[in-house]
């Protein structure tokens, strides 16, 4: 069975710093895809960003980066220049090719003023 | 619709009643996917449907929940003698087609109460 484990129940950044939110993951799997996903009170899953684990390039989206390291089976994800709209729940996610989504636990996001 | 369509936001039931929950997808989504998140968890995997086949039910927790997508469209997650474990928020997400690499959209949930 696939596990997705996200060591840090909260975090705090302060406003336009930059965070690392750590993810890491269990498989025996050789492709497989990754997502960090946000959801704001209004509990809304919102996409973040995606990795495809057969590509070697880490995804960036904007202010958003991921250090996908397959041997290590990591998957931290990187909020540069961090906006008070950034605090939300974030939930690192595995699927593999059937659509088996499995979620962390997430990491509860306050950013700072 | 714009976007993945979930009612009722809230339901409150007493214990041993009986729940329906909606799914409407994105227009023209093939797959369509229903997990339960617990409060302070993530969300866990319940069931998938592609078009109108019930392709995964691996994660409903028992033969209480039974999911439904008559016409490949809205979905309904049914909840039978409803206990308190039952207690969580419902999300629904449906994607373009069956292939894992397209995204899943979600809906804002069904938070269910069990008294």
């Known amino acids: 069975a696939q596990t997705v484990t996200q060591s840090q129940p909260e975090m705090s950044v302060q406003e336009a710093e930059t965070v690392t939110l750590s993810c890491t993951y269990d498989?025996?799997?050789?492709?497989?895809?990754l997502f960090w996903y946000k959801q704001p009170p209004s509990r809304q899953m919102i996409l973040v960003i995606r990795q495809e684990a057969y590509k070697q390039q880490n995804a960036t989206e904007n202010r958003f980066s991921v250090n996908f390291q397959k041997a290590a089976k990591s998957f931290s994800l990187k909020i540069s220049d961090s906006q008070l709209g950034d605090t939300a729940m974030y939930f690192c996610a595995f699927m593999k090719a059937d659509n088996d989504m499995r979620f962390g636990a997430g990491t509860r996001l306050t950013v700072k003023p | 619709g714009a976007g993945v369509s979930q009612s009722p936001r809230y339901k409150v039931a007493k214990r041993g009643q009986d729940v329906a929950l909606r799914c409407d997808p994105i227009?023209?989504?093939?797959?369509l996917f229903w997990y339960q998140q617990a409060l302070g968890q993530g969300p866990e995997f319940l069931t998938y449907?592609?078009?109108?086949?019930?392709?995964?039910k691996s994660g409903l927790p028992s033969d209480r929940f039974f999911a439904e997508r008559p016409e490949g469209s809205v979905s309904t997650l049914k909840i039978q003698r409803t206990q308190q474990e039952d207690s969580a928020v419902y999300l629904c997400?449906?994607?373009?087609?069956?292939?894992?690499?397209?995204?899943?959209?979600f809906g804002a949930g069904t938070r269910l109460s069990v008294l």
């Open positions: 449907f592609q078009n109108e086949a019930q392709l995964d």
């Open positions: 498989t025996s799997e050789s492709n497989y895809y």
């Open positions: 997400a449906s994607s373009l087609t069956g292939l894992a690499k397209n995204i899943q959209y």
């Open positions: 227009s023209g989504h093939v797959s």
